[in-house]
C-alpha cells in the first residue's frame, strides 16, 4: 500500500506520517511540502490515497485533485482550513473522496483513511460500488437494493450520483436544482422536492439515507 502526503506545513506532513507509519505499518509513505513537487510524483507513481492539503506553494490543491482526475481514479482525502461549503463542494466537484476540516484530530483522518479504503475495496471489477444495503453503477447509471434493480431516470440518477458522491453535505434546494436542472431553469424548489420524493420511493429500504433537514435541503447519511 503506498500514500502521498501533500501538506507544506512540515510538522502536520511529519504527524501524518507517524499515524499512517503506526495504522499501516508494511505501507510506503511518500511527502511533499510543494504541490509543484507533488504533481512530479503523481505524474510517476499510482497511489492508494493522496492526503492533500488545499493551501500549498507551486500548484493548489483543487489544481492537483483536477490532475489527478484527468488521468486516475486514486482516492483523494483533502485536508483544509478553507472550511466553507462552497470550497468542500468545489473539492467535490472535482472528484476528492472526503473533506477533512482543519485544525483536525490526526485519528479522525486515520478514519477517514480506513473509510476510503474500505470503499475502495467494495467497487469489483464491474465498476459496482456499494453503500449499505445499496450497490450502483456509474458507466450504466443502474441502482440495485439488496440485489434488485431500480430504473432510475436520469435527474434522478443526477441527484443520487450527487449525494452518493458526497455523503454528510447538506444541499439546498436551490444548489439541487442549478446542479441538476442548470441555472437557467424556469422551475421552482417543488420540482427538487417532488423528484426527492420519487428516488426515495425508489430505493425502497434504503430511503431514509437521504435525510430531509428542515428550512435547509437534504443530505446523503451514511448507512
Not at 9 to 33: G, K, S
Request: proline share 3%; with cysteine.
Amino acid at each position: 500500500m503506498r500514500f502521498l502526503i501533500v501538506e507544506d506545513e512540515r510538522h502536520l506532513n511529519n504527524v501524518l506520517f507517524d499515524y499512517l507509519n503506526a495504522t499501516y505499518p508494511d505501507c510506503d509513505i511518500d511527502q511533499c511540502l510543494r504541490g509543484d513537487d507533488a504533481l512530479e510524483k503523481l505524474a510517476q507513481t499510482e497511489y492508494d490515497l493522496v492526503l492533500l492539503d488545499v493551501m500549498l506553494p507551486g500548484a493548489d490543491g483543487f489544481q492537483i485533485a483536477k490532475s489527478i482526475r484527468q488521468t486516475s481514479q486514486m482516492p483523494i482525502l483533502m485536508l483544509s482550513a478553507y472550511s466553507d461549503e462552497e470550497n468542500q463542494i468545489r473539492g467535490y466537484d472535482l472528484g476528492i473522496d472526503e473533506f477533512v476540516k482543519k485544525p483536525y484530530s490526526p485519528k479522525l483522518v486515520m478514519k477517514k483513511v480506513e473509510a476510503i479504503l474500505q470503499r475502495s475495496k467494495s467497487m469489483d471489477e464491474a465498476g459496482l460500488e456499494t453503500l449499505g444495503i445499496l450497490q450502483f453503477q456509474t458507466s450504466s447509471h443502474k441502482v440495485w437494493i439488496e440485489g434488485e434493480e431500480t430504473k432510475l431516470s436520469h435527474n434522478e440518477w443526477m441527484l443520487f450520483e450527487l449525494f452518493v458522491r458526497n455523503p454528510g453535505i447538506l444541499f439546498s434546494r436551490e444548489t439541487l436544482l442549478n446542479k441538476v436542472w442548470g441555472y437557467d431553469y424556469d422551475g421552482d424548489f417543488r420540482t427538487v422536492d417532488t423528484h426527492v420524493k420519487r428516488l426515495r420511493q425508489k430505493l425502497k429500504q434504503a430511503a431514509d439515507y437521504i435525510e430531509t433537514v428542515y428550512k435547509a435541503g437534504y443530505r446523503l447519511n451514511r448507512p
